[in-house]
Nanobody
């Protein structure tokens, strides 16, 4: 069984940066494609970014390209989301996901494992 723990969220001003981390335990994450999703109040959970097992393939949703970057460190069993130039509309709970074997399946929410989420709030 895989446990995922997100960290790094917080309250920031617009234009700031945050780096979210998601640490895995229970088993190695290196065999999975990994992803980040977010859910704003009153909205459905949406895909943000995905990364393949060896970081060869990356995907970031078009609307966030240029501001958000996904990376991973298999030695640390951790996936990251670097968020720059944050906007109030980025306010959401951010979740990491594991279990899928390719980034297309990550985007389709086929990964079985989810973290508890970390709150990101961006003020004007």
């Amino acid at each position: 069984q895989v446990q995922l723990t997100e960290s790094g969220g917080g309250l920031v001003h617009a234009g700031s940066s945050l780096r979210l981390s998601c640490a895995g335990s229970g088993r190695t994450l290196s065999t999975y494609a990994l992803g980040w999703f977010r859910q704003a109040p009153g909205k459905e959970r949406e895909f943000v970014a995905a990364i393949s097992q060896r970081s060869i393939y990356l995907n970031v949703v078009d609307s966030l390209k240029g501001r958000f970057t996904i990376s991973r460190d298999n030695a640390k069993n951790t996936v990251y989301l670097q968020m720059n130039s944050l906007k109030p509309e980025d306010t959401a709970v951010y979740y990491c996901n594991a279990g899928a074997t390719n980034i297309a399946d990550v985007e389709r929410m086929r990964g079985a494992y989810w973290g508890q989420g970390t709150q990101v709030t961006v003020s004007e």
